[in-house]
């Protein structure tokens, strides 16, 4: 049970990175369409800079639950890997706990503004678009990372030899 719970995570935490990648392909087109209309056709698009800025905010959260599924945040691991393996297992629970608790403080910082933005009808400056549209998928993002973060402390493998075998071998 824990096991389909935890890949349905990482299927939603690689859905967001899709969502992440056509943000960004949006914006890069949006952007050079940008620049040749103010340069070749001296029309500058007044929409461009502001909607892509805003595209920045959800695009910035996107990757966090892909990150954490294929363990690819950076790690300084020179002192850790000398210490014994329980006190491995201890840093390593350490920091997934850490993770949760950072998750959480701001997965519900971001449902909280998902919440405010929408009942008040907050908009952007120039386009008018709701910042509920922003703050929907950031908040998605961090509420699928401290789930994920939570199902990787809950199925956590102590390290063993076996593994210390592996890597030096590597």
Same mark, same amino acid.
């Given at each position: 049970?824990?096991?389909?719970?935890?890949?349905t995570l990482e299927r939603i935490a690689l859905i967001l990175l899709y969502c992440g990648g056509l943000i960004v392909?949006?914006?890069? @087109?949006? *952007?050079?369409? #940008?620049v040749f209309m103010r340069y070749v056709l001296n029309d500058p698009d007044g929409m461009?800079?502001?909607?892509?800025?805003l595209m920045l905010v959800p695009v910035a959260f996107f990757g966090l639950a892909y990150a954490l599924s294929k363990?690819?945040?950076?790690?300084?691991?020179?002192?850790?890997d000398l210490m014994s393996l329980k006190v491995q297992?201890?840093?390593d629970r350490t920091n997934l706990? @850490?993770? *949760?608790?950072? #998750?959480?403080?701001f997965s519900v910082a971001?449902?909280?503004?998902?919440y405010k933005s929408y009942y008040s009808g907050a908009a952007s400056e120039i386009l008018l678009w709701p910042r509920f549209y922003f703050w929907l998928p950031v908040a998605i993002s961090l509420i699928i990372?401290?789930?994920?973060a939570m199902m990787r402390f809950i199925n956590y493998q102590p390290p063993s030899g076996q593994d210390l075998a592996d890597r030096e071998d590597a």
């Amino acid at each position: 049970m824990r096991q389909a719970y935890t890949q349905t995570l990482e299927r939603i935490a690689l859905i967001l990175l899709y969502c992440g990648g056509l943000i960004v392909l949006i914006q890069a @087109t949006w *952007i050079s369409y #940008g620049v040749f209309m103010r340069y070749v056709l001296n029309d500058p698009d007044g929409m461009v800079t502001e909607a892509t800025a805003l595209m920045l905010v959800p695009v910035a959260f996107f990757g966090l639950a892909y990150a954490l599924s294929k363990d690819a945040y950076p790690k300084v691991t020179l002192i850790r890997d000398l210490m014994s393996l329980k006190v491995q297992g201890i840093l390593d629970r350490t920091n997934l706990i @850490t993770m *949760i608790m950072i #998750g959480v403080f701001f997965s519900v910082a971001a449902c909280k503004a998902t919440y405010k933005s929408y009942y008040s009808g907050a908009a952007s400056e120039i386009l008018l678009w709701p910042r509920f549209y922003f703050w929907l998928p950031v908040a998605i993002s961090l509420i699928i990372f401290t789930l994920l973060a939570m199902m990787r402390f809950i199925n956590y493998q102590p390290p063993s030899g076996q593994d210390l075998a592996d890597r030096e071998d590597a």
